[in-house]
């Protein structure tokens, strides 16, 4: 799948929003790490036995699900 289409209007996007470039960068360079919520992960669990995911997936869902700050 060619996703460069995407990738190129993403990037597009940083550019004209200075404050997003920045936050972004702040992410990558480990200046804001993730806060997760607690309340968040266990309803995050709960939701798990209605999708049909493998064991990675479903940690990659409870932690982007409980994840406060990098929405």
Do not use: W
Not at 22 to 28: A, S
Not at 30 to 48: C, H, S, T, Y
Request: glycine share 4%; proline share 6%.
């Amino acid at each position: 799948m060619d996703i460069r289409h995407i990738a190129k209007k993403s990037l597009g996007h940083l550019q004209t929003h200075p404050e997003k470039l920045k936050y972004i960068k702040e992410i990558f360079s480990g200046q804001i790490v993730p806060e997760f919520d607690p309340e968040l992960e266990k309803a995050a669990r709960e939701m798990l036995p209605g999708f049909r995911l493998n064991e990675s997936q479903q940690e990659a869902f409870v932690k982007a699900f409980s994840c406060r700050n990098f929405s």
